[in-house]
């Protein structure tokens, strides 16, 4: 597709990850809006972009707006956004299309499924990005700015995107807890959460390769209550693990631990 | 170290990736035995060992004996040695180190902390080896044997050994299990897990960099009561995964979404 020039309302992790991809990839990141002065600058120095805090000061020759604000923001932010010939896509996994109707003729999502820090490198191209559009003659548009910087773009409709980011949910944030209360059972016993990196790392991997219901193994899937009970025993006087304890293992073995 | 002769009892994951690794260290893996007579035969003949399925036939010139066999067979096959001068240590991160005594002078533990399966490679040199000996004077024998495949070998007592195990349970088992919700949620609504995996794969690799806690995000850590509500919504209709949704949701945020 030609170059398109690009303005961004938003400068935490997706814009910090999607901005500087997007240049790499031949556009022009002209405009960084974000209420944070010095975010936005950052940012902007980074794909040598003007950087500004108001969104009434878009600039009028963007071809897209991308707006990488967090759930709670984005209609807030939407309500600013001066009616514009640009095509207007906001990067949300939880909210509907209809959240941008009214802010431009031509408006959808591109949302990239994925985990973003600012201090962690991200291979773009491994990252899935969902799009929509409320001009289905325009998906193409979106489609082709998808597949400059990533190779798995699809066409989701809201009601699937939300579906994705429910399972997100619990692949990454409930699994991250998971983490922390392994980190948090080991420190208080000072044992080292570095030990685990290796097997996390390699519960990952597998199911890259095999269905979880094929990778899943431990004792409460053997049904091996000697263990089970071991493990009980061993967090007995923490009852907010005991409870986390028993009820994946219920969900896995399917009968009752206690 | 010299090289030594090496038996195993069992044949599954474990067995499958340490007899090869210490093949590959120099080491002559000089029997397999199994109850299983196909895997005894199929693992001898990919490190050069003779195969048996009669523990009472363990071989006397063997320096050590490895257990490699399911937690809950472990006492069962433990009965069956015969005394022998040879060291023999069990690969379970559950049992105590007591479960050996009276099988030889010297007997102890190694256990390999990661999620074995026949048909994925591991590094070995990776996996964390933790090793305990009835006499401590010995303890570097095993030390030594552990140096030869693993970087991260280390004194465990069988107590701490089992905190690793329960922490493993977290962050595989419990993962995994996850990983397997996500999935059935997903092919219930006609949708791709394969998008899921390039955020299982950052998940994981974002806690080798961050703990766990710099590394958690999402709708319940921000208190974001409309996008928890769309995805208790979506999955209003089922209820077992609704009940695991408010569970995790209410440990990461510490107030109750119902």
Request: aromatic share 8%.
């Amino acid at each position: 597709m030609n170059a398109l020039k690009i303005a961004f309302i938003g400068s935490g992790n997706v814009a910090w990850h999607l901005a500087p991809a997007l240049d790499g990839a031949g556009h022009s990141i002209i405009q960084i809006i974000s209420r944070t002065k010095e975010n936005a600058q950052k940012l902007a120095a980074k794909v040598g972009a003007d950087s500004d805090t108001l969104i009434t000061n878009l600039l009028p020759e963007a071809d897209i707006c991308i707006i990488a604000v967090s759930d709670g923001n984005l209609a807030e932010v939407v309500r600013q956004i001066p009616y514009n010939r640009c095509t207007v896509v906001h990067t949300c996994g939880s909210q509907s299309i209809e959240v941008l109707k009214g802010c431009s003729e031509n408006y959808g999502i591109f949302y990239p499924l994925q985990t973003f820090s600012k201090n962690r490198a991200v291979n773009m191209f491994e990252v899935p990005i969902m799009i929509e559009c409320n001009d289905p003659n325009k998906l193409d548009f979106l489609r082709k700015l998808g597949d400059s910087i990533s190779n798995k773009v699809f066409y989701a409709n809201s009601h699937e995107r939300l579906q994705y980011h429910f399972s997100a949910v619990l692949v990454n944030n409930f699994v991250n807890r998971l983490f922390f209360e392994a980190e948090t059972f080991l420190s208080e016993n000072n044992l080292d959460f570095n030990v685990l990196k290796p097997i996390i790392v390699e519960t990952a991997k597998k199911v890259l390769e095999l269905s979880p219901q094929d990778a899943q193994t431990g004792p409460a899937l053997r049904g091996d209550k000697i263990t089970l009970e071991k493990h009980r025993q061993l967090i007995a006087n923490n009852a907010p693990l005991l409870e986390l304890y028993d009820f994946l293992t219920n969900r896995i073995s399917n009968y009752s631990v206690r």
